[in-house]
């Protein structure tokens, strides 16, 4: 029988470590901590991260012969500044341009259906001779949009039939193809319109809409009878587009005849006072082409008819 084993000591308990002394991680005011030293320490070595001018440090700097073919590169492409955009030369006229509501490269799209233009007419179409009156070198500058430029208004005068409303559309055609925003109306419809917005409270808007466009065009001036605040819609409209933007008025009644027009005098002057301001106004005389072509095509059929022009009996 083996002696028995002694009774081991319990193993004696690990000694508690002493506690680390609180150090303070935050560093006075003025002094970077250790972590923020090495930060910087890291940002200062890396060449990305220098400041402009700085020059590299010499572990990061490229060997002689590549700084050698970096140079050949260089002198080969030519100076940098040669790759650089110009500017446009006529970029600040593109831009003076575009704020006056005129584009640079044609009618912008719907410029044409927005006008809302009644027919087809051109100024290259209109026939001087039925109103001899006209002058074609007027036209041809009145063609060229330089009047909307100066807030210039044009007023079209003379009996029907003698070619008003085919200048009026030929002008607001060639606005609309050089960019501007142009509109057409009549005097009554502008007039039911604005009836209209002031029913339904909207007044503020639809002067807002005939104020917008750079070249409005009033058409009939004086055919039909308007009604007692059309004429205050018409000063409206007049008034806010004074010295802003032009106006292409029509009408068969002179200037004097517009108090019997409008029914008020005192409306009638004021509104011709900033009409007849800054305005080109063209008077046209003659008969009217629509009696000529009427007579045209019955002489036409009498011929046919008879062999002879003399009337039918």
Known sequence: MSPATPRQPPPAPPRPRPPRPATNNTPEKGKPSDSNKNHHRHRRDDPD????GQPLPAAARPSGHVEAARRRRGAAQGPRSSHRRRPHPHRHTRTSLRHRGVRDRGPPPGRLRFASL?????????????????????????????????????????QPGLGKTH???????????????????????????????????????????????????????GYLPLPAEAASALFQVVSQRYLKTSIVLTSNRGVASWGEVLGDTTVAAALLDRLLHRSVVLTLEGDSYRLRDHQARTDTLRQATTGTRQPLR
């Open 118 to 158: 009644p027919t087809p007419a051109t100024l290259e179409d209109f026939d001087y001779d039925t109103a001899p009156a006209v002058d074609p070198k007027l036209i041809n500058e009145l063609a060229t949009c330089r009047y909307i430029e100066s807030a210039t208004n044009v007023l079209l005068i003379g």
């Open 49 to 52: 991260n220098r400041r402009p």
């Open 167 to 221: 200048l009026a559309v030929g002008l607001a055609r060639k606005a609309a193809e050089a960019g501007y925003r142009t509109y057409f109306t009549t005097a009554a419809d502008l007039a039911a319109r604005c009836h209209r917005a002031a029913i339904e409270g909207r007044w503020a808007t639809t002067m807002r809409f005939f104020n917008g466009p750079s070249l409005l065009v009033i058409d009939e001036l």
